[in-house]
T-cell receptor
Framework: ETGVTQTPRHLVMGMTNKKSLKCEQH?????MYWYKQSAKKPLELMFV???????ENNSVPSRFSPECPNSSHLFLHLHTLQPEDSALYLC?????????????FGPGTRLTVL | AQSVSQHNHHVILSEAASLELGCNYS??????LFWYVQYPGQHLQLLLK??????LVKGIKGFEAEFIKSKFSFNLRKPSVQWSDTAEYFC??????????????FGQGTILTVHP
């Protein structure tokens, strides 16, 4: 497996469920990102981890809880979500957290909240 | 806060036509500029980027973009499109300095459909 992988690719959950999204990067990068892509809206940065420390939280509701146990793995824990949270969630990584390094994206998880 | 505006939501062209996709950003400081592309069924990937120097940058697959600082624009161009260029194109910008300098702000995307 190369690049950035995400599982599951599709997820349907009820508002009372708890689920987790997983991202893994095989590029030896030190920074990882979660983005949200809603219909007809720009891609929005949610969280950034650099060297396993959270360095950016873009005013994301607490029902989204990220976790970065090591530089290769990133999780997004979901609980008591709302239907408006239905979106494509993209993970990305870059060599370092700065303005000059290309971000490499995964295929995304399509989340539907019923 | 910075923002990125892409003028066209959907552009439809025939093969061999010329392409120009508009991108304007709002931010008063020094910026880095990017175009990303997402081909059908594939990951978002970098097409080209501008940091400094020659404002005309060339990317993969014959694409180029011109940074016009006075117009806060970074339009994407290709002289002759191919059916395989059918994709969604995203303009993005980040701060070149200061805090949160790695934070990318994306435009809404432009879907390009090329008919053979």
């Amino acid at each position: 497996e190369t690049g950035v992988t995400q599982t599951p690719r599709h997820l349907v959950m009820g508002m009372t469920n708890k689920k987790s999204l997983k991202c893994e990067q095989h590029l030896g990068h030190n920074a990882m990102y979660w983005y949200k892509q809603s219909a007809k809206k720009p891609l929005e940065l949610m969280f950034v981890y650099s060297l396993e420390e959270r360095v950016e939280n873009n005013s994301v509701p607490s029902r989204f809880s990220p976790e970065c146990p090591n530089s290769s793995h990133l999780f997004l824990h979901l609980h008591t979500l709302q239907p408006e949270d239905s979106a494509l969630y993209l993970c990305a990584s870059s060599q370092v957290w700065d303005a000059y390094n290309e971000q490499f994206f995964g295929p995304g998880t399509r989340l539907t909240v019923l | 806060a910075q923002s990125v505006s892409q003028h066209n939501h959907h552009v439809i062209l025939s093969e061999a036509a010329s392409l120009e996709l508009g991108c304007n950003y709002s931010y008063g400081g020094t910026v880095n500029l990017f175009w990303y592309v997402q081909y059908p069924g594939q990951h978002l990937q970098l097409l080209l980027k501008y940091f400094s120097g020659d404002p005309l940058v060339k990317g993969i697959k014959g694409f180029e973009a011109e940074f016009i600082k006075s117009k806060f624009s970074f339009n994407l161009r290709k002289p002759s499109v191919q059916w395989s260029d059918t994709a969604e194109y995203f303009c993005a910008v980040n701060n070149a300095g200061g805090t949160s300098y790695g934070k990318l702000t994306f435009g809404q995307g432009t879907i390009l459909t090329v008919h053979p």
